[in-house]
C-alpha cells in the first residue's frame, strides 16, 4: 500500500508530453482556433477509456458520485428537493460540432460542443409535493437530451512548477441548450397508471421542467468538468499544449 501510494505521489509530480494521439496546435497560426477545434473534438472522442497516465477518466460513461442542486425548485402549488447517486452521462464522446476559442490575452478557454444525443442515467430521492398529492420516493431514473449544445468557458492562469510554466483552472461556468427532452422516473408515485402518465406530462413540458430545474445544476457540471481539465493540465506542460509558446 505504502508503495502505491509513493507511487501515485510521484505521478503528480510528473510532466509529460501531450498524447501522441492528440494534435498540438501552433499559436502563431491564424487558423489556431479552427485547429483547436478539431483537436478538443479528436482529444475527447478518444476518451471511451481512461487515460490514467494524464489524469483523464473515462468520458463512457462520464460519472459523478452524486448530483444535487443549489437549492430545491419552490413555488405556487408545487415543492420538490431532488438528490442523485450513481450519476452517468452517456454520449459525451460522441460529437456532431465542435467550436473552440482560446484566448491568450485573459486566458480563456471556450468551448462548443454539439451532440446528436446525452443520456443521464442516475438513482434518485425526490421528496415534496405535486399539487394536492405528496410523494417520498426513490429508484432509477432516465433523461434523454436530443442535439444538446453545450458551452463551457474555463477561466485559466498562468504558474511556474519546477521551472515550467502549466495552466490551470480557476474558473468556469457552463450553458446547455438541448432541442429537445424526455424523462422517466420509476417509482416516482406508486401507482403506476399515474406514475406513467406524469412522465409523458414531464416530457412534454419539458421547457418548463428544464427552464426550472437545469441552472441549478450548471454550476456543478462546469466545477467537475473544470477539475478534470485541471488533472490533464497539473502533468502537461504549456509548451508541450500549443506550438508558439514560452
Not at 7 to 32: E, W, Y
Not at 117 to 126: H, N, P, S, T
Not at 185 to 190: D, I, P, R, S, W
Amino acid at each position: 500500500m505504502k508503495t502505491l501510494i509513493v507511487l501515485s505521489v510521484l505521478s503528480l509530480c510528473n510532466a509529460f508530453p501531450m498524447p501522441s494521439s492528440f494534435t498540438k496546435c501552433d499559436k502563431r497560426k491564424p487558423d489556431f482556433n479552427e485547429c483547436l477545434s478539431e483537436a478538443v473534438r479528436n482529444a475527447i472522442g478518444q476518451l471511451v477509456k481512461p487515460m490514467e497516465k494524464y489524469h483523464l477518466p473515462s468520458f463512457e460513461p462520464f460519472q459523478f458520485a452524486s448530483l444535487s442542486p443549489k437549492s430545491g425548485v419552490q413555488g405556487g402549488s408545487s415543492s420538490t428537493v431532488v438528490k442523485f447517486r450513481n450519476y452517468r452521462i452517456y454520449g459525451r464522446t460522441k460529437i456532431d460540432s465542435s467550436k473552440a476559442k482560446m484566448n491568450f490575452e485573459d486566458n480563456t478557454l471556450t468551448l462548443e460542443l454539439s451532440h446528436p444525443e446525452i443520456r443521464y442515467e442516475f438513482d434518485y430521492e425526490a421528496k415534496g409535493k405535486m399539487f394536492v398529492l405528496p410523494f417520498d420516493s426513490a429508484g432509477h431514473g432516465t433523461v434523454t437530451l436530443k442535439n444538446p449544445i453545450y458551452t463551457i468557458k474555463f477561466t485559466l492562469e498562468e504558474y511556474v512548477k519546477d521551472n515550467k510554466k502549466y495552466l490551470r483552472v480557476v474558473d468556469s461556468n457552463m450553458t446547455l441548450k438541448p432541442e429537445s427532452m424526455t424523462m422517466y422516473f420509476e417509482n416516482l408515485f406508486k401507482n403506476k397508471v399515474l406514475n406513467d402518465a406524469f412522465n409523458r406530462e414531464m416530457s412534454e413540458s419539458w421547457k418548463v421542467i428544464f427552464a426550472n430545474f437545469s441552472a441549478g445544476y450548471m454550476d456543478s457540471y462546469a466545477k467537475v468538468y473544470g477539475d478534470v481539465f485541471n488533472n490533464f493540465l497539473e502533468v502537461v506542460p504549456l509548451v508541450d499544449l500549443f506550438e508558439g509558446v514560452q
